[in-house]
């Protein structure tokens, strides 16, 4: 039916346990969880490999509740892993086609729905019953009205609030490990039992409305908790995630147009000119170019032909393209690496694992400190038992342990959608407690190849320039090749014919060269030789002198060096007046590290020139500071700083090797990174600060009766929902 297709109920249990099908070969495999809401349900969920000893590894990802075991065997039974979840309260899906966590994200919704709407009808009925109480209602009357908050109670206690008790009292009983779930849950056991002795005993010291009301916030606030979470992955970078053009797929009647999701493995689709691969595929028909920077880092597009594999997120820059479709989504090599960036990314930080050691300690000091309370006033059992709820409900450290991870689950998945991937909280949380940060130079301050920087004012207008391309276009040197580019962009022309061209002992090449005439004449350029080099005024160029022995009229110079890269001066000042040390290491001459650092403003004292790879890892063991390099050229002392951050490749040479790699504007992205870094910090020691004020103040009015259990029952979930809005609005505000 309709609603069986919309809310779709998983088969938990394999009708057939001990079959073939329950079988799950060696390697990686996921599950999707329901009724993970908190920290110490992912702290439960990955000790699974200390019970069954076929899981070699437990990932449990609280923003999508997927679960991904690696199976160390050659046939594992799903069912045991299944049943040893729900013996913890948890229900678990294998998940065995793309698509299908949607839908049981959908159905663990409307489970949600279902408790919070039971919950909500009773409570509200007994808000409107209380106020008679409230008012000194008495008699047979009263009688009626208390058996009948009873019958609209038991719903709320013994339905709505099942997954408290579950996850509060049973698995904390299995497990030895309090949660935040279990002062609620003995607050509710304790109190909906006194409640009914007390109405049995003709008191009206009742305390369904109080429970009740608290079981309906603390659902709806979970509600959106679970909300949030699920769409905490649901922006990503455009590169990665959003194809919304049609797809132009082949088929016997022609071209259609259908969504990247219809699409099928060996479709033929046609991707035509500046369109992006949304998957990854072989060329059946076409040439062309291909911008592959995104994945590789090359910064020139790439000749494909028929045959050439094609990959998801590159861009096809001249021709269209016939292409069969071999990948599509997760499993496109961009997809993995989103992947792993994504594993990497949802580990728990120091910060995180400190706070749910808080929450947990906080949750056991609670029901010490209720229990004595509540033997304290034993003689009063009226007062006993509202001054142990009153305290166990207040004082739920619910927001201390959720805030932590949202906070930087945001940060994360802000700096992913600018194209800034983090490898592990822990990167994010160190990088404010280090204050010096040493540069590369080649290929991270500057370009990172030979440029044409300046050339004389006439250089075009005579026919050196058509010398120099001619020369310059029969050599493979890299400089040749800066040359021709150069001359080719500014001044489009026709390659001259060139005879015995030759390379020169003492440096540069020479050659005869075809004129506008049709007459040949002897040219040469030479790099220009400095006895002293102390001499040349700007010693990171090249200067290059272009003259002919038959022509001496016609002479030039032409500049050539590593540039520095646009911006990155404003950059180094910005970086300074923040208060950070500056260092450059790079394995150039000394007159070309000294000449950045002039320019750049870095003290001469902090420039150390002639490096080796391993100087380079030396340095860094010998200082607490943060490495900003050029990807795989160093590796290793990226691997040695406190930080490393990688500027310049591609993706999946970055990903898996750098702490931080800056994928979208490269090292100018630096001051964001690090802003971001201060900033989740500010704010996550703002959210602790007021979690721990609100806690510590709750348990003092709670114990010394200034708090009875229904305002408990309201203030617990505000509070709750103060310190996630602080946490959400607080990144947002920055961030905006």
């Known amino acids: 039916s309709e609603k069986e297709q919309r809310f779709p109920k998983p088969q938990y249990i394999d009708p057939n346990p001990r079959g073939e099908e329950s079988l799950l070969p060696q390697g990686q495999h996921r599950f999707y969880i329901q009724g993970v809401h908190c920290t110490a349900c992912l702290w439960l969920i990955e000790k699974l ?14 923003s999508t509740h997927i679960l991904t075991l690696v199976l160390s065997k050659d046939t594992t039974d799903r069912n045991t892993i299944v049943q040893q979840l729900q013996h913890w309260g948890y229900k678990a899906t294998w998940l065995a086609e793309a698509g299908q966590e949607e839908r049981l994200a959908t159905a663990e919704r409307h489970s949600m729905l279902w408790r919070i709407g039971i919950a909500a009808f009773c409570s509200g009925n007994l808000m409107i019953l209380s106020v008679a109480f409230y008012t000194g209602i008495e008699g047979t009357l009263a009688r009626y009205f208390e058996a009948l908050s009873l019958l609209l109670a038991l719903p709320v206690l013994l339905y709505s609030a ?11 009983i299995k497990t030895r490990r309090f949660s935040s779930d279990t002062p609620i849950a003995l607050s509710l056991l304790l109190g909906g039992t006194g409640s009914i002795y007390e109405l049995i005993w003709g008191s009206q010291q009742l305390y369904f409305d109080s429970l009740s009301i608290l079981v309906f916030l603390l659902l709806f ?33 022609g071209i259609e147009k259908v969504a990247v999701d219809s699409l099928q493995i060996g479709d033929h689709i046609r991707v035509f000119q500046g369109q992006t691969f949304a998957v990854d595929g072989k060329i059946v028909i076409g040439h062309s170019r291909v911008d592959q920077a995104l994945l590789t880092g090359e910064p020139y597009p790439l000749k494909v032909a028929p045959g050439d594999w094609v990959y998801r997120g590159t861009q096809n820059q001249q021709n269209a393209l016939d292409i069969e479709v071999l990948a599509m989504g997760e499993h496109t090599r961009l997809g993995k690496i989103i992947a792993t960036a994504k594993r990497f ?59 932590t991870p949202l906070i930087f689950h945001l940060a994360l998945k802000s700096a992913l959608n600018k194209g800034i991937f983090i490898r592990h909280p822990n990167s994010l949380e160190a990088l404010p407690s280090v204050n010096t940060l040493v540069f590369d130079k080649t290929g991270t301050l500057t370009q990172g190849c030979f440029d044409v920087l300046w050339s004389q004012s006439d250089f075009f207008d005579t026919d050196v320039s058509r010398a120099v391309l001619a020369l310059e276009s029969c050599s493979q040197h890299p400089v040749a090749a800066s040359l021709v580019r150069y001359i080719q962009n500014q001044q489009p022309q026709t390659v001259q014919a060139v005879r015995n061209f030759q390379i020169l002992p003492a440096g540069g090449i020479a050659g005869e060269v075809e004129d506008h005439t049709g007459v040949f004449h002897t040219w040469k350029i030479q790099p220009v030789a400095y006895k002293d080099t102390e001499q040349q005024p700007e010693l990171h160029l090249h200067i290059l002198r272009i003259d002919s022995d038959e022509k001496p009229e016609l002479k030039s110079q032409i500049r050539l060096g590593d540039a520095i890269r646009n911006d990155v001066k404003p950059m180094i000042e910005q970086l300074k007046k923040s208060g950070y040390m500056l260092y450059m290491l790079s394995g150039d001459s000394k007159a070309s590290c000294y000449q950045v650092a002039r320019q750049l403003s870095i003290p001469l004292e902090h420039v150390f020139y002639g490096q080796t790879p391993e100087d380079k890892a030396q340095f860094l063991q010998r200082h607490n500071a943060i490495m900003i390099g050029d990807g795989i050229n160093d590796l290793e002392a990226l691997s040695c700083a406190q930080v490393g951050i990688s500027v ?4 999946e040479e970055n990903v898996s090797q750098s702490d931080i790699y800056l994928a979208e504007q490269g090292i100018l992205q630096l001051p964001e990174v690090l802003d971001l870094a201060q900033k989740t910090r500010r ?52 961030k905006s």
């Open 221 to 253: 606030s979970r509600y959106l908790l679970l909300r949030t979470q699920q769409r905490i992955w649901s922006d990503s970078h455009p590169h990665f995630e959003i194809f919304t053009d049609k797809i132009a797929r082949k088929t016997d009647n």
């Open 162 to 172: 099942w997954p408290f008790y579950q996850k509060g009292l049973f698995n904390a």
């Open 648 to 651: 310049q490749g591609g993706l």
């Open 683 to 734: 704010l996550l020691l703002f959210t602790l600060g007021f979690a721990l004020v609100y806690n510590l103040s709750a348990i003092a009015a709670a114990v010394a009766g200034y708090i009875n259990p229904l305002s408990a029952a309201i203030l617990m979930p505000i509070s709750a929902f103060i310190v996630m809005a602080i946490a959400v609005g607080g990144h947002y505000t920055w």
């Open 49 to 62: 490999p200390l019970f069954i000893p076929d899981i070699s590894s437990a990932r449990m990802d609280i």
């Open 345 to 403: 990314s949802s580990q728990k930080s120091r910060w995180i694992r400190a706070a749910e050691k808080s929450a947990q300690v906080l949750a056991f000091g609670i029901v010490i400190m209720s229990a004595i309370i509540f033997f304290r006033f034993w003689e009063q059992p009226t007062i006993a038992l509202s001054r142990f709820l009153a305290l166990s409900i207040i004082a739920c450290p619910c927001g201390l342990a959720l805030a």
